[in-house]
């Protein structure tokens, strides 16, 4: 399918039209923009339209460039407050962040919302730079950045396909109190995990869940996953291995373990490409 022919996915819109924030005849013009979702800033920025951004969320930390921007919040933990004493003129914020009762206080207070859709696929990828750089005026350039990451992606998709062995790994997302919390079935650890020629090894099980360790057992991974992180939900790679569900299992027996950047890993984004490269590559190496 050519990007003539794409079909974008329509942007839903939260809150009043912008065309009621302005008085009437006066321009609608860029700027103000405040950004909920790492994904959603990072294509900001990709975009080269940075300069529109007065506020980023918490999730908002690449490029580095935008750590310097005011801090609003948790994607899915905003404050009504926060968000609006930077004074937006918008938000464009990926699906799921809220919560809706903070949205709903900022549609009452005429703050256009852009919400992002989210899916994990290449064709997902593509949707969501065309509806950031739809929400920001900033069309054709996404549309040529669309083009180029999905290049990129089919392109590390096929070399991760040529592999002699597919992977079955594990996305472990915390082992609080010893139980493991790991990715089945419609995540994005799920997808990123296919897309770089593994299996995930938790498959018939829906989403993030607490899984006990029988099914830990039932999946036998080559591979355990991790995001790369410190606090609570982290664990050394000795204390991983030597869980008891994890023991026996070909990840341990040959000391197998991956860890990468959450953003970067499960941004779905313009970094994409080199994290489906990065992935397969580390899923094939042996140490």
């Known amino acids: 399918m050519t990007y003539q022919t794409f079909t974008r996915r329509t942007v839903l819109t939260i809150g009043l039209a912008a065309s009621l924030s ?14 909920i979702g790492g994904s959603v800033t990072e294509i900001i920025y990709a975009l080269g339209e940075q300069d529109q951004l007065v506020a980023r969320d918490t999730t908002s930390m690449f490029p580095p460039e935008a750590n310097a921007l005011p801090d609003v919040g948790y994607i899915r933990a905003l404050s009504p407050e926060g968000v ?15 919560p809706p009762e903070s949205l709903d206080v900022l549609k009452k207070a005429s703050v256009p919302i852009v919400i992002i859709p989210e899916s994990y696929s290449r064709e997902g990828i593509v949707n969501k730079i065309n509806a950031v750089g739809e929400a920001i005026g900033a069309e054709d350039k996404a549309a040529d950045l669309a ?12 070399r991760a396909a040529d592999q002699s062995e597919r992977k079955r790994v594990l996305f472990i997302l915390s082992m609080q109190g010893g139980r493991i919390m790991a990715a089945g079935d419609g995540t994005g650890a799920a997808a990123i995990i296919e897309m770089a020629g593994g299996v995930n090894a938790l498959s018939g099980v829906a989403g993030y869940k607490q899984v006990s360790d029988e099914a830990v057992i039932e999946a036998v991974p080559d591979v355990i996953l991790m995001m790369d992180r410190t606090g609570n939900h982290a664990a050394d790679d ?16 040959s000391h197998k373990v991956v860890r990468m950047s959450g953003g970067y890993l499960l941004g779905f984004g313009p970094r994409t490409a080199s994290a489906i490269e990065e992935l397969s590559a580390a899923l094939q190496t042996t140490d």
Do not use: Y
């Open 238 to 253: 000795g204390q991983l291995l030597s869980h008891p569900a994890l023991a026996g299992s070909p990840a341990a027996e």
């Open 84 to 98: 609006l004493s930077v004074n937006p003129r918008k938000i464009v914020a990926l699906e799921g962040s809220g």
């Open 147 to 158: 083009k180029a990451v999905e290049a990129d992606i089919a392109a590390a998709e096929s």
């Open 22 to 35: 302005f008085p009437a005849g006066a321009e609608d013009t860029k700027g103000g923009v405040v950004a």
